[in-house]
């Protein structure tokens, strides 16, 4: 492939999330195939301006796709977020000869993406969060294995929470965004599901809730709270004094964000990663790869960080009907 790119780095930055090393393998395989050369920049945008930069071959990324995590650490770097660390950031990419950057994580980091091109280093993001909630892709890395590793969870929950006919309140991660309560709520069955997007959740009413169904003999009550309600221990101990009934909440946290990345999220990881390694050797710059409307496809950053994304109207009445 004809290009003027003779290098390229890769970083992960923010919170891992399972498919990272897919992406990083796909990275790094497709811009050798393209007679580019790789390092691998660890701990994110902390590593680069700490200079912890390693050379990367196809081997180096041997046996990773079935892991979790990240092979080259995260970071989150306030250092970053100023004038003088991004034009540091770019001055190490310069003197380790990396002409083009792949920033694998949320939006958070495409925003330092953003910046480091700006002092004209040619940067490409990979949206690498659990959380779901970045505009321009209706997928991203991490969400596909977290969602599944909380259902798999919540179902368990569920198991002694009817043995012994008791309330629980399971909090799924997902910082300001509530697509994996949302797709838990609905996978598990849940009885309640509280949303940040909605906030309309009134105690009371799910007290009454939780009564009402008690009367009709059902053994369980499932609330998934998002953490970006939060208090899931407080409204426990409130919906245990005034239903009489044993409530506990059960936070799940990382384990939502470790383990072994389910097969969707190494190959959409896979292509992406491709993507991204295949559009800076073509010398493009300031874009972001996501997948949208049945298609991979990349942006330009600022369109990107501009979009808004909220949940479905339709998905959402879809769980309140079913949770009933
Ligand atoms: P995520 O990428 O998952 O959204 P963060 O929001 O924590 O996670 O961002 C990850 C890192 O990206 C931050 O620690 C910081 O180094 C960098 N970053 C975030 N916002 C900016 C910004 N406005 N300008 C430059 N760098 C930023
Ligand atoms: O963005 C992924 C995520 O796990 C969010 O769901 C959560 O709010 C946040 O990261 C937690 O971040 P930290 O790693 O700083 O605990």
């Given at each position: 492939m004809a290009n003027q790119i003779k290098t390229i780095g890769v970083l992960t930055s923010g919170g891992?999330?399972?498919?990272?090393?897919?992406?990083?393998?796909?990275?790094?395989?497709?811009?050798?195939?393209?007679?580019?050369?790789?390092?691998?920049?660890?701990?994110?945008?902390?590593?680069?301006?700490?200079?912890?930069?390693?050379?990367?071959?196809?081997?180096?990324?041997s046996d990773i796709i079935q892991r979790g995590g990240t092979i080259l650490g995260t970071a989150r770097c306030s250092e970053f977020r100023t004038e003088e660390g991004q034009a540091k950031g770019a001055e190490i990419c310069r003197k380790h000869g990396i002409d083009g950057l792949v920033v694998i994580g949320g939006d958070g980091s495409y925003r330092g993406a953003q910046q480091i091109a700006r002092h004209g280093i040619n940067t490409v993001g990979l949206p690498g969060t659990i959380d779901l909630d970045i505009a321009c892709t209706d997928y991203t890395i991490g969400f596909d294995t977290a969602v599944n590793t909380a259902m798999s969870a919540i179902d368990k929950v569920r198991d002694t929470s009817?043995?012994?006919?008791?309330?629980?309140?399971?909090?799924?991660?997902?910082?300001?965004?509530?697509?994996?309560?949302?797709?838990?709520?609905?996978?598990?069955?849940?009885?309640?599901?509280?949303?940040?997007?909605?906030?309309?959740?009134?105690?009371?009413?799910?007290?009454?809730?939780?009564?009402?169904?008690?009367?009709?003999?059902k053994t369980h009550h499932i609330i998934i709270n998002a953490e970006g309600i939060g208090h899931s221990t407080s409204m426990a101990r409130r919906i245990e004094a005034a239903t009489g009934i044993e409530t506990r909440a059960t936070i799940l946290g990382y384990m939502q964000r470790g383990g072994n990345p389910t097969c969707k999220d190494r190959f959409y990881a896979s292509v992406m990663g491709a993507y991204a390694a295949d559009i800076l050797c073509q010398g493009k710059s300031n874009r972001v790869v996501g997948y949208k409307n049945g298609e991979f496809r990349d942006f330009d950053i600022e369109e990107a960080l501009a979009m808004k994304k909220d949940i479905s109207e339709y998905q959402y009445e879809v769980s309140r009907v079913l949770a009933q």
């Open positions: 891992d999330a399972p498919g990272m090393n897919a992406a990083i393998r796909s990275v790094v395989r497709k811009a050798l195939a393209n007679g580019v050369s790789v390092k691998g920049i660890k701990k994110g945008y902390q590593g680069l301006l700490n200079e912890e930069i390693i050379d990367m071959d196809r081997h180096s990324v009817s043995s012994h006919e008791r309330c629980s309140i399971i909090e799924v991660m997902g910082r300001n965004a509530g697509y994996i309560a949302l797709w838990c709520g609905v996978a598990n069955g849940a009885e309640d599901i509280l949303l940040p997007e909605k906030y309309d959740y009134n105690e009371q009413s799910i007290i009454n809730n939780i009564i009402a169904n008690r009367k009709r003999g």
